[in-house]
Nanobody
């Protein structure tokens, strides 16, 4: 079992930046690939970014590529999402998730463990 807790959400103006963190506890963190997803009201949960167990491989949704950066610190059992140049359409609840590999990395169904989410609101 892995417990995930996101933090860092809030309200930010368009063009601003916001760092998110996801702290993991339970089973060995560096056994898991990690992903960030988001869900806006009335929309399906969508993939944002993913990172391999050692941080050597990363993937991004086209909508955030060049603006968001995913990283991890296995010594701290934490994965991060640095969000820059934020847009109103980035407004959503952001979730981190864990799984054993990066196969089908952009599918929510492929992830085993989920955090409770943190709200990000970008004002225009």
């Amino acid at each position: 079992q892995v417990q995930l807790v996101e933090s860092g959400g809030g309200l930010v103006q368009a063009g601003g930046s916001l760092p998110l963190s996801c702290a993991a506890s339970g089973r060995t963190f560096n056994n898991y690939a990690m992903g960030w997803f988001r869900q806006a009201p009335g929309k399906e949960r969508e993939f944002v970014a993913a990172i391999s167990w050692n941080g050597g491989t990363t993937y991004y949704a086209d909508s955030v590529k060049g603006r968001f950066t995913i990283s991890r610190d296995n010594a701290k059992n934490t994965v991060y999402l640095q969000m820059n140049s934020l847009k109103p359409e980035d407004t959503a609840v952001y979730y981190c998730a864990a799984r054993g590999s990066l196969v089908n990395y952009n599918s929510p169904a492929a992830y085993i463990y989920w955090g409770q989410g943190t709200q990000v609101t970008v004002s225009s």
